[in-house]
């Protein structure tokens, strides 16, 4: 088939908004189609992060959902999509996926694009975890599903919440085979300041 990579986003309530907002941004720039649904948690905890109104995060995205229309063209295993990002992913979100308690379209968004066997990856955004939160993730790496916790790289030496951001998109990203140009790769060799080092009482050689 011969169009565009697509790639549905979903925003849930969880801290870390900006994750989806970025993501879209990312998306555009890189004139990937976008098919984007918010939770109604979302736009709460995006008033809460940002100055962003939700109709301005919409506008980010090609085509957006309201989150009640579970007769949506993503609710659809036949509608041709590469995969779906959750960014971020409440464990609420966590548990309708885990369980097949699909009662929004976001989390039926995700439970067909597992039974189409296409890419899933959820940013969980939770600390501390109880059991029942690990339980919920080992269920859906189980079923298919890639659980990414937005941790930062450090050792990409980040300079700004933006380039931590970008980092941990592009590391999404390149699951999806995109390249973003947004990660500072490992290669195996680094620069290394000599002097932290022997102030920490170690050595080059």
Same mark, same amino acid.
């Given at each position: 088939?011969?169009?565009?990579?697509? $790639?549905?986003? %979903?925003?849930?309530?969880?801290? &870390?908004? !900006?994750?989806?907002?970025?993501?879209?941004?990312? +998306?555009? *720039?890189?004139?990937?189609?976008?098919?984007?649904?918010?939770?109604?948690?979302?736009?709460?905890?995006?008033?809460?992060?940002?100055?962003?109104?939700?109709?301005?995060?919409?506008?980010?995205?090609?085509?957006?959902?309201?989150?009640?229309?579970?007769?949506?063209? $993503?609710?659809? %295993?036949?509608?041709?999509?590469? &995969?779906? !990002?959750?960014?971020?992913?409440?464990?609420?979100? +966590?548990? *309708?996926?885990?369980?097949?308690?699909?009662?929004?379209?976001?989390?039926?968004?995700?439970?067909?694009?597992?039974?189409?066997?296409?890419?899933?990856?959820?940013?969980?955004?939770?600390?501390?975890?109880?059991?029942?939160?690990?339980?919920?993730?080992?269920?859906?790496?189980?079923? %298919?599903?890639?659980?990414?916790?937005?941790?930062?790289?450090?050792?990409?030496?980040?300079?700004? +919440?933006?380039?931590?951001?970008?980092?941990?998109?592009?590391?999404?990203?390149?699951?999806?085979?995109?390249?973003?140009?947004?990660?500072?790769?490992?290669?195996?060799?680094?620069?290394?300041?000599?002097?932290?080092?022997?102030?920490?009482?170690?050595?080059?050689?």
């Amino acid at each position: 088939m011969n169009r565009r990579k697509r $790639i549905v986003v %979903g925003v849930s309530g969880a801290s &870390g908004v !900006i994750y989806g907002v970025r993501l879209l941004e990312m +998306l555009r *720039e890189l004139d990937i189609e976008s098919h984007l649904v918010m939770t109604r948690s979302a736009h709460m905890t995006l008033a809460y992060e940002s100055d962003w109104r939700p109709a301005d995060v919409q506008a980010l995205a090609h085509k957006h959902y309201p989150n009640a229309d579970i007769g949506a063209a $993503i609710s659809s %295993g036949s509608f041709p999509v590469d &995969g779906m !990002i959750v960014a971020p992913c409440s464990m609420k979100t +966590l548990a *309708e996926i885990a369980t097949g308690n699909t009662g929004s379209l976001l989390s039926r968004a995700a439970d067909v694009m597992l039974k189409e066997r296409r890419r899933v990856v959820l940013m969980v955004r939770e600390t501390p975890l109880h059991l029942g939160h690990l339980r919920n993730m080992t269920a859906v790496t189980e079923i %298919g599903a890639i659980v990414y916790p937005p941790v930062p790289a450090f050792y990409a030496r980040p300079d700004s +919440l933006a380039s931590m951001i970008d980092h941990t998109l592009g590391r999404v990203l390149d699951l999806f085979d995109i390249d973003t140009g947004t990660v500072k790769r490992w290669t195996g060799q680094f620069e290394v300041n000599v002097a932290s080092l022997a102030n920490a009482g170690l050595t080059t050689a």
